[in-house]
């Protein structure tokens, strides 16, 4: 399933939306004023690389994420 973004044409709300595979226009309902009226916002897509960011409070030079401070 894949995520949307919308942009509702009457009041101006920005909401998404799951589609299995494909868009129907008539599921598409403004959750805020139930309008039909809406605009596909483009969006950047969500993921991930496997690896989170360094813990910021390891202090410099600490065993952290794997390294170990060695020179």
Do not use: W
């Not at 009041?11 to 008539?26: L, N, Q, S």
Request: charge should be negative; proline fraction near 6%; hydrophobic fraction near 25%.
């Amino acid at each position: 399933m894949a995520s949307y973004d919308y942009q509702c044409r009457k009041c101006g709300t920005t909401y998404d939306i799951f589609h299995k595979v494909r868009e129907v226009a008539e599921d598409i309902i403004c959750p805020s004023c139930g309008s039909g009226e809406h605009l596909r916002l483009l969006s950047a897509p969500s993921f991930s690389m496997g690896k989170s960011a360094p813990d910021s409070s390891c202090a410099p030079g600490g065993c952290c994420g794997g390294s170990c401070g060695m020179n």
